[in-house]
C-alpha cells in the first residue's frame, strides 16, 4: 500500500459531510488514487484507538460518499474549518494525540494569530521592511494618535478571517470620523463627530478579543476599486516550497476588503495591473517576480520562527501607489475555491495536488528513518 493521508476536518450533513471542504475532500479522494495515495476525511469521533483503525469518508468512482474502515493514516491535513471547531475539547484531545504520534507529518496544525506572526517577522531585518505599522489595540487614545498620524487606520481581531470584525477608522473632510464595518455580508458605513463612540462600537465587536490596530494602506486601485494579492505558497514533492497560486482580489463595490468569498473579483495580477495606473502598470513584470521571491522567502521564515511544519500557506500582499509591496496578512488555513471555469482547472489541480505530493514525501521520510 502507498501512503494513507487523513484530511482532518469536522462533520456536517449527509449530502455536504464536510461544509465548505466537502468538495475538495472528493476532488482530493480523486487525485489521490491515480497517484497510489489512499485519501480519507475523518472527524475526532471516526478513530478507534485501540484497534489504529479510522472510518473514514472516500468519495467513490460512482460519485458518492461511503464509509470505511480505514488503516490509520500516515500523514494527517488538517483542514479544521474554523477556530471554534478547533477550540472543542474533543477535537483538542484527538489532535494532541496525534500531534503525539505522527509529529511533523500533521501539517498546517493551527490558524495563525495576526499579533504572532507580526511580532515573528517585525524584528526580521529581511522581511520586517514589508509589514505595516501595527500594534495591539489599547483604547481610545491610542486610536486618535494613530488616526491623527496616519488618517486612516485598519481594526482587526488578532484571531479573524474572511474580514470579520474588521473597522476601518479615516478622518473625514469636515473634521469628524467615518467607521465602516462589516455586519454579516454588508458594509456599514457610520459618520460621527467623536472617536469615542468608535470605540465603543469596536468594544461591542470585540466581546473581549484581542485587537490589533494597523496603519491603512493606500492600495493600488483597479478603476475604482482597491485590490491585494493573494499568493499560495506550498511544498511539493521534494518538501520544498512553491508559488502554485497568484491571484489579484478586486474589492467589491462599497467593501474595503478584497475577500473573494465576500464578492470580490479575482484574476490574473497582470491583467488587473494593466488596468490600474502609474507605477503599478508600468512595474507590473517586476512587482510580480518580486512578491512571489518574497512569498516563498516569508513562507520559509514564517516556518523556522513557529518551529513546526507547514505545508501551504496563503500570504496576502498589498501595493501601495508608490509600488511599495505591503504583507497584509498570512493565512495558515485559506479557503480553497475547486470548481472554476476549464481554462483554470489545471491550476486548481494543482492547487489540491501539492499537499498530496507533499503528505507522500512525509511518508517516504518516515519508512526511510525507520
Known sequence: MGCVVGIFTTRRSKIQPFGLDTKLVARMCRLGARQGILVYGFTARDINWPRGTV????????????????????VVYDRLPSRSAERRRAVRR???????????????????NKWVIHNKLAA???????????????????????????????????????????????????????????????????????????ARMVRRMRGGRSYIIQKGLALARYGNRPFDV??????????????????ARVAAPGSVTSNISTGGLGGSFQRVAAGSRGVVRARREELEKAMKELGLGMAARIEESLGYRLGELALDLGIDRNGRIWLIEANSKPFRVVQARKSLQPQVRRTLVRPLEYAAHLSRQERGSS
Do not use: H
Not at 494532541?96 to 500533521?106: P, V
Not at 505599522?133 to 488618517?151: D, I, M
Not at 474572511?162 to 454579516?184: E, K
Open 230 to 247: 493573494r499568493l499560495l505558497v506550498q511544498k511539493n514533492a521534494q518538501g520544498e516550497w512553491e508559488c502554485t497560486k497568484m491571484v
Open 124 to 198: 526580521d531585518p529581511d522581511y520586517g521592511r514589508y509589514l505595516p505599522p501595527t500594534a495591539r489595540f489599547r483604547g481610545v487614545g491610542q486610536l486618535r494618535q494613530w488616526v491623527y498620524k496616519y488618517g486612516t487606520v485598519w481594526l482587526k481581531p488578532s484571531d479573524g478571517t474572511q474580514g470579520r470584525g474588521i473597522v476601518v477608522v479615516r478622518r473625514a473632510r469636515n473634521g469628524g470620523y467615518v467607521a465602516q464595518r462589516r455586519v454579516d455580508e454588508r458594509w456599514i458605513l457610520t459618520t460621527t463627530s467623536s472617536l469615542n463612540r468608535v
Open 55 to 74: 472510518r473514514g469518508y472516500v468519495f467513490d468512482d460512482g460519485g458518492r460518499w461511503t464509509r470505511r474502515v480505514m488503516p490509520f493514516p500516515d
Open 94 to 112: 484527538v489532535k494532541q494525540r496525534l500531534l503525539a504520534m505522527l509529529g511533523d507529518r500533521y501539517f498546517n496544525r493551527e490558524f495563525f
